[in-house]
């Protein structure tokens, strides 16, 4: 299963990602991270994110179980 990954903050699904999951975290806006990993790119809700967000270095996290 995993965590959506939208097309925009609140927008259509595009795919998921695996728990656990390393991602590189290229901005936040209004609880939404936009996220790009090997072989996506889009919005992830920011509550099912562990580790340094925009603003923190470096710029990664991982998904939470």
């Known amino acids: 299963a995993g965590l959506n990954v939208r097309d925009a903050p609140n927008g ?3 795919g998921a990602v695996a728990e656990n999951a390393a991602v ?4 936040r806006v209004n609880g939404w991270c936009h996220v ?3 072989n996506f790119d889009g919005y992830v809700s920011a509550d099912f994110l ?14 939470l179980p």
């Open 50 to 63: 562990s580790g340094p967000l925009p603003g923190q270095a470096p710029p990664l996290a991982k998904l």
């Open 12 to 14: 259509k699904r595009k």
């Open 24 to 27: 590189l975290v290229l901005d």
């Open 36 to 38: 790009k990993g090997d």
